[in-house]
């Protein structure tokens, strides 16, 4: 597979990460995305994440998205990707002040999901990848606040599948073949930590949280 050239991913970041040492703990000011198909464990290792970090000095602050109901979010691709980039542009404001006031940022889902899951639509209108990564990237413009590591949930579909075929109210990305299309267009994309989500909870944790912690050696 090519690899995904998501240009405007890489136009602005911050400029540094930002430790603060206090009585041997260390305070990290820095956003992270945990992206993934679903039925991948994104909430589950948000969860254990802000457990495990602020056990080591970091204020963690968890959010996620879409930051609203995701039954507002109906329509075509292109009228998706257009909601889920409204919404990110107010949700970039609380990211950019809980950075500001010292925080570790950890995000159940990003900008990718939407280069992910919107991706097949948005080709088909433009009738190739490359006409639909430059539309993608040029409506994302707007998003000036990006995550500092892109942590990529990676499980096969069938057995992403299997863990949420007993939740109730499913959505339209909740099958077998949204879930096997995405996870494709996950894995093309180059500026992704990817991380095997079948291991076991603590492992899978402690294996981010040192990714977390060797981006500011």
């Given at each position: ?7 405007s ?7 540094a990460?930002?430790?603060i ?8 000011i ?9 039925g991948s ?5 948000c ?17 996620k ?12 691709d ?6 889920f980039?409204?919404d990110?542009?107010d ?8 950075l ?29 990848e490359?006409s639909?990564?430059e539309?993608?990237?040029t ?5 000036t606040?990006?995550?500092?590591i892109?942590?990529?949930?990676d ?7 299997q863990?949420i ?9 909740e ?13 093309k994309?180059?500026?992704t930590?990817?991380i ?6 603590d492992?899978?944790?402690k294996?981010?949280?040192?990714i ?6």
């Open positions: 597979m090519e690899p995904l050239q998501l240009n991913l890489i136009l602005v970041k911050r400029d990460y930002t430790k040492y206090d009585q041997g703990k260390i305070n990290l820095m956003f992270i995305a945990v992206e993934g198909i679903d464990g994104k909430t589950t290792l969860n254990g994440l802000k457990c495990y970090m602020e056990k080591r000095g970091s204020k963690v602050y968890l959010t998205e879409p930051t609203d109901d995701p039954s507002n979010y109906r329509g075509d292109i009228s998706m990707f257009l909601k980039t409204l990110r542009y949700h970039q404001r609380l990211i950019r002040e809980k500001g006031s010292g925080y570790l940022v950890i995000s159940d889902r990003y900008i990718l999901s939407s280069y992910s899951y919107q991706m097949e639509g948005i080709k088909e209108f433009f009738g190739d490359k639909a990564l539309w993608m990237d409506v994302s413009r707007v998003i606040v990006r995550p500092d892109n942590i990529l949930l499980m096969d579909p069938e057995m992403a599948f863990r075929a007993s939740r109730p109210g499913k959505d339209k990305f099958n077998l073949e949204t879930l096997r299309r995405s996870r494709e267009n996950y894995l994309m180059e500026n930590v990817r095997d989500a079948s291991m076991e909870r492992e899978l944790v294996k981010c949280a040192e977390i912690m060797k981006k500011i050696e």
